[in-house]
């Protein structure tokens, strides 16, 4: 096995940043490729070197197959990416082999279908109190040149458990934020939700599908 250089890889695949108990994620477009490559150069990204002591704060960003288009990323290197990364979960075929049907089809999503891309996720992740500086340091001038932020970005939340109790008594939407790292998109995720969320008649259960996400 070749050695991992951890420089180049981010932070939060190797860490998970438990440590730090507050976060932000940003759904961003990409409207000036030019200042968001200047803003990608300079912006403070954390990578999964290991540190002493360990940082405080964290930024990490994940593209889509439309937003590496709209960075200006060759053509010839786009096919490189698995055909699951680049239709994306909107597509019609993989949202049926998904079990995205009905009231949970693309065109009821708030995004990610194809009239809602987002090109990608900038995810911050802090130490309590030190979340809003984080936010300020991004969102530097190449920032507004370029991005253009979802009306549900800079969304503050705390990553321990909220109850609904507290969510209602705050005003708060209770949501649930699910990262997925995975090195083959059909073999772990892909595979995780036709055998278990979609499938009926998994380990015994039948006519019923996974309770976890809320599907009966």
């Known amino acids: 096995m070749s050695q991992v250089d951890y420089a180049d890889v981010q932070g939060l695949v190797r860490f998970g940043y438990g440590h730090m108990t507050s976060a932000s994620y940003a759904l961003v477009r990409v409207n000036n490729a030019d200042a968001a490559k200047a803003w990608l150069r300079s912006a403070p990204i954390t990578t999964a070197v290991a540190q002493k002591p360990a940082p405080n704060t964290a930024m990490n960003i994940a593209f889509t197959a439309p937003g590496l288009r709209a960075l200006g990323v060759s053509e010839s290197i786009i096919p490189c990416f698995s055909h699951e990364f680049r239709g994306g979960m909107g597509h019609e075929s993989r949202a049926r082999q998904l079990g995205d049907v009905g009231k949970n089809a693309p065109s009821n999503w708030t995004w990610g279908n194809y009239?809602?891309?987002?090109?990608?996720?900038?995810?911050?992740?802090?130490?309590?109190?030190?979340?809003?500086s984080l936010i300020q340091t991004a969102r530097d001038r190449n920032w507004s040149k370029s991005i253009r932020e979802d009306r549900l970005v800079w969304y503050l939340q705390?990553?321990?458990?909220?109850?609904?109790?507290?969510?209602?008594?705050?005003?708060?939407?209770?949501?649930?934020?699910?990262?997925?790292?995975?090195?083959n998109v059909s073999r772990q995720f892909e595979f995780l939700q036709n055998a278990w969320v979609a499938n009926t008649e998994f380990s015994g259960v039948s006519g019923k599908s996974d309770p976890a996400s809320g599907q009966s």
């Not at 809602?116 to 979340?131: C, I, K, N, P």
């Not at 705390?158 to 090195?183: D, E, G, H, Q, W």
């Open 115 to 132: 009239e809602r891309e987002r090109h990608a996720l900038v995810m911050l992740f802090a130490e309590q109190g030190q979340l809003d």
């Open 158 to 183: 705390s990553r321990r458990r909220r109850s609904a109790r507290t969510c209602a008594r705050k005003r708060v939407t209770p949501r649930l934020n699910f990262i997925c790292l995975s090195a």
